[in-house]
Protein backbone atom coordinates (compact mmCIF):
# COMPACT_ATOMS: atom_id res chain seq x y z
CA UNK A 1 0.00 0.00 0.00
CA UNK A 2 1.43 3.07 -1.24
CA UNK A 3 1.12 6.43 1.36
CA UNK A 4 -1.59 8.17 -0.99
CA UNK A 5 -3.76 5.45 -0.53
CA UNK A 6 -2.95 5.27 2.92
CA UNK A 7 -4.24 9.22 3.21
CA UNK A 8 -6.94 8.68 0.71
CA UNK A 9 -8.44 5.33 3.12
CA UNK A 10 -7.59 7.59 6.73
CA UNK A 11 -9.41 10.62 5.17
CA UNK A 12 -12.27 8.82 3.77
CA UNK A 13 -12.71 7.39 7.80
CA UNK A 14 -12.21 10.37 9.49
CA UNK A 15 -15.41 11.94 7.15
CA UNK A 16 -17.44 9.50 7.70
CA UNK A 17 -17.22 9.82 11.76
CA UNK A 18 -17.69 13.16 11.03
CA UNK A 19 -20.94 12.30 9.06
CA UNK A 20 -22.20 9.62 12.19
CA UNK A 21 -21.19 12.37 14.64
CA UNK A 22 -23.14 14.85 13.05
CA UNK A 23 -26.54 13.15 11.55
CA UNK A 24 -28.23 12.83 14.33
CA UNK A 25 -27.67 16.39 15.32
CA UNK A 26 -28.68 17.77 11.85
CA UNK A 27 -31.86 15.26 11.68
CA UNK A 28 -32.88 16.86 15.26
CA UNK A 29 -32.75 20.24 13.70
CA UNK A 30 -34.77 19.28 10.80
CA UNK A 31 -37.44 18.08 13.06
CA UNK A 32 -37.43 21.09 15.77
CA UNK A 33 -38.04 23.24 12.59
CA UNK A 34 -41.10 20.97 10.89
CA UNK A 35 -42.33 20.72 14.39
CA UNK A 36 -42.06 25.01 14.84
CA UNK A 37 -43.48 25.62 11.17
CA UNK A 38 -46.62 23.31 12.12
CA UNK A 39 -47.59 24.65 15.25
CA UNK A 40 -48.00 28.16 13.75
CA UNK A 41 -50.37 26.75 11.28
CA UNK A 42 -52.30 25.65 14.42
CA UNK A 43 -52.57 28.81 15.38
CA UNK A 44 -53.20 30.88 12.58
CA UNK A 45 -55.96 27.72 12.13
CA UNK A 46 -57.59 27.94 15.69
CA UNK A 47 -57.83 31.99 14.80
CA UNK A 48 -60.04 31.93 11.99
CA UNK A 49 -62.38 29.25 13.86
CA UNK A 50 -62.47 31.77 16.72
CA UNK A 51 -62.93 34.41 13.93
CA UNK A 52 -65.79 32.21 12.97
CA UNK A 53 -67.54 31.49 16.10
CA UNK A 54 -68.08 35.17 16.89
CA UNK A 55 -69.51 35.73 13.58
CA UNK A 56 -71.73 32.86 14.52
CA UNK A 57 -72.32 33.70 17.76
CA UNK A 58 -71.30 30.36 19.12
CA UNK A 59 -68.73 32.90 21.64
CA UNK A 60 -68.54 36.44 22.37
CA UNK A 61 -65.69 38.94 21.97
CA UNK A 62 -64.15 38.28 25.30
CA UNK A 63 -64.36 34.81 25.21
CA UNK A 64 -62.50 34.96 21.52
CA UNK A 65 -59.66 37.48 23.57
CA UNK A 66 -59.29 35.03 25.75
CA UNK A 67 -59.06 32.55 23.93
CA UNK A 68 -56.36 34.16 21.66
CA UNK A 69 -54.61 35.27 24.79
CA UNK A 70 -54.13 31.81 26.02
CA UNK A 71 -53.02 30.81 22.29
CA UNK A 72 -50.34 33.82 22.42
CA UNK A 73 -49.11 32.39 25.54
CA UNK A 74 -49.00 28.69 24.36
CA UNK A 75 -46.57 29.54 21.64
CA UNK A 76 -44.14 31.73 23.55
CA UNK A 77 -43.86 28.85 26.41
CA UNK A 78 -43.17 26.60 23.63
CA UNK A 79 -40.64 28.91 21.72
CA UNK A 80 -38.62 29.42 24.88
CA UNK A 81 -38.75 25.78 25.52
CA UNK A 82 -37.03 25.00 22.07
CA UNK A 83 -34.53 28.15 22.74
CA UNK A 84 -33.45 26.35 25.84
CA UNK A 85 -33.63 22.81 24.35
CA UNK A 86 -31.27 24.02 21.29
CA UNK A 87 -28.84 25.95 23.76
CA UNK A 88 -28.18 22.97 25.41
CA UNK A 89 -27.58 20.46 23.00
CA UNK A 90 -24.46 22.93 21.86
CA UNK A 91 -22.33 21.80 25.10
CA UNK A 92 -22.55 18.03 24.44
CA UNK A 93 -21.80 17.65 21.43
CA UNK A 94 -18.85 20.15 21.54
CA UNK A 95 -17.70 18.33 24.50
CA UNK A 96 -18.67 14.40 22.43
CA UNK A 97 -16.28 15.93 19.77
CA UNK A 98 -13.33 17.38 21.82
CA UNK A 99 -13.55 13.96 23.93
CA UNK A 100 -14.10 11.73 20.46
CA UNK A 101 -10.87 13.63 18.49
CA UNK A 102 -8.80 12.95 21.81
CA UNK A 103 -9.43 9.53 22.14
CA UNK A 104 -8.53 8.87 18.49
CA UNK A 105 -5.08 10.48 18.64
CA UNK A 106 -4.44 8.76 21.95
CA UNK A 107 -5.04 5.30 20.23
CA UNK A 108 -3.44 6.64 17.15
CA UNK A 109 -0.47 6.89 18.67
CA UNK A 110 -0.52 3.92 21.00
CA UNK A 111 -1.09 1.68 17.62
CA UNK A 112 0.30 3.52 14.58
CA UNK A 113 4.05 1.97 15.02
CA UNK A 114 5.12 5.00 13.45
CA UNK A 115 8.77 5.09 14.52
CA UNK A 116 8.76 1.46 13.75
CA UNK A 117 7.51 2.44 10.25
CA UNK A 118 10.23 5.01 10.38
CA UNK A 119 12.73 2.34 11.10
CA UNK A 120 12.01 0.10 8.54
CA UNK A 121 11.97 2.83 5.70
CA UNK A 122 15.08 3.87 7.23
CA UNK A 123 16.80 0.54 7.32
CA UNK A 124 15.62 -0.24 3.14
CA UNK A 125 17.30 3.16 2.13
CA UNK A 126 20.94 1.73 3.89
CA UNK A 127 19.97 -1.27 2.30
CA UNK A 128 22.62 -1.14 -0.36
CA UNK A 129 25.25 0.05 1.55
CA UNK A 130 25.38 -2.42 4.20
CA UNK A 131 24.96 -5.14 1.67
CA UNK A 132 27.82 -4.46 -0.22
CA UNK A 133 29.70 -4.28 2.98
CA UNK A 134 28.24 -7.61 3.77
CA UNK A 135 29.15 -8.95 0.65
CA UNK A 136 32.78 -7.93 0.73
CA UNK A 137 33.75 -9.32 4.04
CA UNK A 138 33.31 -6.40 5.99
CA UNK A 139 30.71 -7.52 8.89
CA UNK A 140 32.84 -7.30 11.30
CA UNK A 141 32.78 -3.66 10.75
CA UNK A 142 29.05 -3.71 10.91
CA UNK A 143 27.39 -2.07 14.36
CA UNK A 144 24.69 -3.56 16.36
CA UNK A 145 22.38 -0.97 14.94
CA UNK A 146 23.62 -1.69 11.57
CA UNK A 147 22.95 -5.71 11.85
CA UNK A 148 19.34 -4.78 12.93
CA UNK A 149 18.43 -2.55 10.44
CA UNK A 150 20.11 -4.62 7.68
CA UNK A 151 18.21 -7.69 9.16
CA UNK A 152 15.19 -5.56 8.69
CA UNK A 153 15.34 -4.49 5.54
CA UNK A 154 16.40 -7.71 4.33
CA UNK A 155 12.88 -9.73 6.09
CA UNK A 156 11.02 -6.89 4.51
CA UNK A 157 12.91 -7.19 1.06
CA UNK A 158 12.23 -10.94 1.19
CA UNK A 159 8.40 -10.51 2.35
CA UNK A 160 7.42 -9.14 -0.70
CA UNK A 161 9.90 -10.96 -3.17
CA UNK A 162 10.06 -14.35 -1.32
CA UNK A 163 11.76 -16.38 -4.40
CA UNK A 164 14.60 -13.67 -4.48
CA UNK A 165 17.96 -16.35 -3.81
CA UNK A 166 20.02 -13.60 -3.09
CA UNK A 167 18.06 -11.72 -0.70
CA UNK A 168 18.26 -15.34 1.38
CA UNK A 169 22.05 -15.57 0.50
CA UNK A 170 22.22 -12.33 2.11
CA UNK A 171 20.35 -12.95 5.02
CA UNK A 172 22.04 -16.38 5.81
CA UNK A 173 25.52 -14.29 5.40
CA UNK A 174 24.14 -11.98 8.27
CA UNK A 175 23.02 -14.65 10.53
CA UNK A 176 26.72 -16.70 9.95
CA UNK A 177 28.46 -13.83 11.03
CA UNK A 178 26.62 -13.16 14.44
CA UNK A 179 26.83 -16.40 14.98
CA UNK A 180 23.51 -17.38 14.86
CA UNK A 181 24.09 -21.10 12.86
CA UNK A 182 20.97 -22.08 12.64
CA UNK A 183 19.16 -19.23 11.01
CA UNK A 184 21.75 -19.00 9.00
CA UNK A 185 21.88 -22.57 7.48
CA UNK A 186 18.09 -21.95 7.23
CA UNK A 187 18.34 -18.82 5.04
CA UNK A 188 20.93 -20.59 2.36
CA UNK A 189 19.50 -23.82 2.16
CA UNK A 190 16.67 -22.01 0.97
CA UNK A 191 18.39 -19.79 -1.29
CA UNK A 192 20.47 -23.01 -2.38
CA UNK A 193 16.66 -24.71 -2.84
CA UNK A 194 16.04 -21.53 -4.86
CA UNK A 195 18.53 -21.84 -7.56
CA UNK A 196 20.67 -25.21 -7.08
CA UNK A 197 22.41 -24.62 -10.03
CA UNK A 198 24.86 -21.77 -8.36
CA UNK A 199 28.16 -22.35 -7.01
CA UNK A 200 28.79 -19.65 -4.83
CA UNK A 201 25.75 -20.11 -2.77
CA UNK A 202 26.42 -24.17 -2.37
CA UNK A 203 29.97 -23.49 -1.14
CA UNK A 204 28.58 -20.60 1.49
CA UNK A 205 25.81 -23.56 2.66
CA UNK A 206 29.29 -25.63 2.99
CA UNK A 207 31.10 -23.24 4.80
CA UNK A 208 28.06 -22.49 7.18
CA UNK A 209 28.00 -26.25 8.32
CA UNK A 210 31.43 -26.16 8.78
CA UNK A 211 31.36 -23.41 11.36
CA UNK A 212 29.00 -25.67 13.39
CA UNK A 213 31.17 -28.08 14.07
CA UNK A 214 28.35 -30.77 14.46
CA UNK A 215 29.21 -34.28 13.06
CA UNK A 216 25.90 -34.28 11.03
CA UNK A 217 26.70 -30.87 9.37
CA UNK A 218 30.60 -31.75 8.71
CA UNK A 219 29.27 -35.26 6.82
CA UNK A 220 26.64 -32.95 4.77
CA UNK A 221 29.07 -30.07 4.14
CA UNK A 222 31.67 -33.25 3.08
CA UNK A 223 29.23 -34.38 0.59
CA UNK A 224 27.99 -30.37 -0.91
CA UNK A 225 32.00 -29.77 -1.46
CA UNK A 226 32.15 -33.74 -2.84
CA UNK A 227 29.58 -32.80 -5.59
CA UNK A 228 30.79 -30.11 -6.33
CA UNK A 229 34.44 -31.27 -6.76
CA UNK A 230 33.01 -33.96 -9.35
CA UNK A 231 32.21 -30.68 -11.70
CA UNK A 232 35.18 -28.73 -10.95
CA UNK A 233 38.22 -30.97 -9.83
CA UNK A 234 40.77 -28.64 -10.30
CA UNK A 235 39.11 -26.12 -7.82
CA UNK A 236 42.01 -25.22 -5.47
CA UNK A 237 39.87 -23.98 -2.92
CA UNK A 238 37.12 -26.70 -2.76
CA UNK A 239 39.81 -29.08 -2.71
CA UNK A 240 41.71 -27.29 0.61
CA UNK A 241 37.68 -26.93 1.86
CA UNK A 242 37.25 -31.07 1.67
CA UNK A 243 40.38 -32.03 3.11
CA UNK A 244 40.04 -29.31 5.99
CA UNK A 245 36.15 -31.09 6.85
CA UNK A 246 37.57 -34.40 5.79
CA UNK A 247 40.55 -34.49 8.78
CA UNK A 248 37.52 -32.91 11.30
CA UNK A 249 35.49 -36.49 10.54
CA UNK A 250 38.31 -38.39 10.39
CA UNK A 251 38.55 -39.40 7.12
CA UNK A 252 42.12 -40.05 6.12
CA UNK A 253 41.58 -41.27 2.92
CA UNK A 254 40.07 -38.22 1.71
CA UNK A 255 41.87 -35.57 3.97
CA UNK A 256 45.20 -37.04 2.11
CA UNK A 257 43.66 -36.69 -1.06
CA UNK A 258 43.15 -33.41 -1.32
CA UNK A 259 45.38 -31.70 0.90
CA UNK A 260 48.09 -33.40 -1.76
CA UNK A 261 45.98 -31.54 -4.21
CA UNK A 262 46.38 -27.98 -2.49
CA UNK A 263 50.05 -28.79 -0.40
CA UNK A 264 52.65 -27.80 -2.83
CA UNK A 265 50.51 -24.24 -3.14
CA UNK A 266 50.55 -23.20 0.80
CA UNK A 267 52.97 -21.84 2.50
CA UNK A 268 55.21 -24.95 4.50
CA UNK A 269 54.80 -22.66 7.82
CA UNK A 270 51.18 -21.77 7.23
CA UNK A 271 48.69 -22.58 10.30
CA UNK A 272 46.83 -24.71 8.03
CA UNK A 273 49.34 -26.67 6.83
CA UNK A 274 50.49 -27.50 10.04
CA UNK A 275 47.45 -28.75 11.37
CA UNK A 276 46.38 -30.55 8.44
CA UNK A 277 50.00 -32.42 8.42
CA UNK A 278 49.74 -32.97 12.33
CA UNK A 279 45.97 -33.96 11.78
CA UNK A 280 47.37 -36.55 8.90
CA UNK A 281 50.08 -38.18 11.45
CA UNK A 282 47.43 -38.41 14.08
CA UNK A 283 44.79 -40.62 11.86
CA UNK A 284 47.79 -42.92 10.13
CA UNK A 285 49.12 -43.74 13.77
CA UNK A 286 44.87 -44.44 15.05
CA UNK A 287 44.87 -46.30 11.73
CA UNK A 288 48.57 -48.01 12.12
CA UNK A 289 47.64 -49.14 15.85
CA UNK A 290 44.31 -50.66 15.42
CA UNK A 291 45.27 -54.02 13.67
CA UNK A 292 47.29 -54.80 17.13
CA UNK A 293 44.17 -54.96 18.84
CA UNK A 294 43.15 -58.04 16.10
CA UNK A 295 46.26 -59.81 17.78
CA UNK A 296 44.36 -60.43 20.95
CA UNK A 297 41.10 -62.51 21.51
CA UNK A 298 37.89 -61.51 21.16
CA UNK A 299 37.28 -61.64 24.50
CA UNK A 300 40.81 -59.69 25.25
CA UNK A 301 39.85 -57.01 22.70
CA UNK A 302 36.70 -55.87 23.66
CA UNK A 303 38.13 -55.88 27.38
CA UNK A 304 40.50 -54.05 26.61
CA UNK A 305 38.58 -51.09 24.49
CA UNK A 306 36.28 -50.79 27.66
CA UNK A 307 39.15 -50.48 29.82
CA UNK A 308 40.81 -47.63 27.78
CA UNK A 309 37.98 -45.83 26.93
CA UNK A 310 36.68 -45.50 30.49
CA UNK A 311 40.46 -45.06 31.47
CA UNK A 312 41.07 -41.67 29.49
CA UNK A 313 38.71 -38.45 30.80
CA UNK A 314 37.34 -36.09 33.47
CA UNK A 315 35.34 -36.26 36.52
CA UNK A 316 33.71 -32.86 35.92
CA UNK A 317 32.34 -31.37 38.75
CA UNK A 318 29.79 -28.33 37.52
CA UNK A 319 28.46 -25.03 39.94
CA UNK A 320 26.82 -21.94 38.74
CA UNK A 321 27.68 -18.78 39.71
CA UNK A 322 25.33 -16.16 41.74
CA UNK A 323 24.16 -14.47 38.44
CA UNK A 324 23.48 -17.96 36.90
CA UNK A 325 21.30 -18.83 39.49
CA UNK A 326 18.65 -16.04 38.60
CA UNK A 327 19.04 -15.71 35.21
CA UNK A 328 20.31 -19.24 33.58
CA UNK A 329 17.35 -21.45 32.44
CA UNK A 330 15.96 -23.45 34.99
CA UNK A 331 14.55 -26.07 32.55
CA UNK A 332 16.51 -27.68 28.86
CA UNK A 333 19.64 -29.42 28.82
CA UNK A 334 22.85 -29.90 30.78
CA UNK A 335 25.17 -30.29 27.82
CA UNK A 336 28.43 -30.79 28.79
CA UNK A 337 31.62 -31.27 25.82
CA UNK A 338 35.25 -31.28 24.67
CA UNK A 339 37.21 -29.86 22.23
CA UNK A 340 40.57 -29.76 20.94
CA UNK A 341 42.20 -26.80 22.46
CA UNK A 342 45.27 -26.59 20.52
CA UNK A 343 43.87 -26.10 17.71
CA UNK A 344 40.44 -24.28 15.76
CA UNK A 345 38.82 -27.78 15.09
CA UNK A 346 35.36 -27.22 16.70
CA UNK A 347 34.37 -30.64 16.63
CA UNK A 348 33.50 -32.08 19.93
CA UNK A 349 35.67 -35.28 21.09
CA UNK A 350 33.04 -35.97 24.00
CA UNK A 351 29.65 -34.64 24.45
CA UNK A 352 27.23 -35.85 27.37
CA UNK A 353 23.63 -34.29 27.52
CA UNK A 354 21.13 -34.53 30.26
CA UNK A 355 18.31 -32.94 31.82
CA UNK A 356 19.21 -29.36 33.72
CA UNK A 357 19.13 -30.46 37.79
CA UNK A 358 20.23 -29.45 41.05
CA UNK A 359 23.71 -27.73 41.31
CA UNK A 360 26.29 -28.75 42.16
CA UNK A 361 26.65 -31.75 40.08
CA UNK A 362 29.37 -34.35 39.12
CA UNK A 363 29.68 -36.39 35.93
CA UNK A 364 31.95 -38.18 33.95
CA UNK A 365 32.96 -37.02 30.69
CA UNK A 366 34.85 -39.78 29.01
CA UNK A 367 35.73 -41.64 25.99
CA UNK A 368 32.77 -43.27 26.03
CA UNK A 369 31.41 -40.12 25.03
CA UNK A 370 33.09 -39.63 21.75
CA UNK A 371 30.93 -38.69 18.96
CA UNK A 372 33.32 -40.59 15.89
CA UNK A 373 35.25 -43.51 17.18
CA UNK A 374 38.19 -42.32 15.60
CA UNK A 375 38.08 -38.72 17.36
CA UNK A 376 37.79 -39.34 21.27
CA UNK A 377 39.37 -37.72 24.44
CA UNK A 378 42.31 -40.09 23.97
CA UNK A 379 43.36 -37.99 20.52
CA UNK A 380 44.06 -34.98 22.26
CA UNK A 381 46.78 -33.63 24.20
CA UNK A 382 44.83 -30.68 25.98
CA UNK A 383 40.94 -30.23 26.02
CA UNK A 384 38.57 -27.16 26.31
CA UNK A 385 35.49 -28.39 28.38
CA UNK A 386 32.37 -26.47 28.44
CA UNK A 387 29.25 -26.80 30.61
CA UNK A 388 26.38 -25.08 28.55
CA UNK A 389 22.43 -24.82 30.22
CA UNK A 390 20.81 -25.47 26.55
CA UNK A 391 17.38 -24.66 26.05
CA UNK A 392 16.96 -26.38 22.88
CA UNK A 393 19.11 -29.16 23.60
CA UNK A 394 21.38 -28.23 20.39
CA UNK A 395 25.73 -28.20 20.75
CA UNK A 396 24.90 -24.73 19.01
CA UNK A 397 25.11 -21.80 20.60
CA UNK A 398 21.65 -19.72 21.20
CA UNK A 399 20.16 -16.87 22.98
CA UNK A 400 19.89 -16.62 26.10
CA UNK A 401 21.86 -19.85 26.93
CA UNK A 402 24.77 -19.83 30.17
CA UNK A 403 28.27 -21.40 29.77
CA UNK A 404 31.26 -21.68 31.87
CA UNK A 405 34.79 -23.12 30.40
CA UNK A 406 38.25 -24.71 31.40
CA UNK A 407 41.03 -25.64 29.84
CA UNK A 408 42.77 -29.30 31.18
CA UNK A 409 45.36 -31.71 29.56
CA UNK A 410 44.43 -34.80 28.90
CA UNK A 411 45.92 -37.73 30.71
CA UNK A 412 46.10 -41.25 29.06
CA UNK A 413 44.58 -43.61 31.15
CA UNK A 414 43.58 -41.57 33.81
CA UNK A 415 40.44 -39.62 35.06
CA UNK A 416 41.28 -36.15 35.62
CA UNK A 417 39.07 -34.16 38.42
CA UNK A 418 38.51 -30.15 37.56
CA UNK A 419 35.63 -27.69 38.20
CA UNK A 420 33.50 -25.60 35.82
CA UNK A 421 31.16 -22.88 36.90
CA UNK A 422 28.07 -21.76 34.61
CA UNK A 423 29.11 -17.78 34.85
CA UNK A 424 28.50 -16.20 31.42
CA UNK A 425 25.63 -15.58 29.21
CA UNK A 426 25.39 -16.53 25.98
Do not use: C
Request: charged residues 20%.
Amino acid sequence: MSWSEFYLIVSGLITFVLLIIAFPWLRQKNHAKQDSLSNTQIVKQRLAELDREVSEGLITEHDKRQAVDELKLALVDESAFETRQKGGAKLPIALGGVIAIAAGAIVYSQVNQMQRVTQASEAIDALPKLSQQLANGNANNLSQKDIANLALAIRQRLREEPDDDTGWMYFGRLMLSIGQEVQAIEAIDKAVSLSPNNTNNRITLAQALMTTGDVNNLERAQRVLLSLLGNNPENDNLALMTAVVSAQLGDLENTKRYFAQVESKLSPESDMTMRLRSRISELESQSLNAPDATKNSPSEKDDTSVANASATGFSVTISMSEDAKESAPKRGFLIVFAQDATSENKMPAAVLKMPIQGFPLTVQLTTDNAMMPQYTLASLSSAKITARLSLDGDVSVSEGEWEGTTLSPVVSGQISSLNVTVDKEL
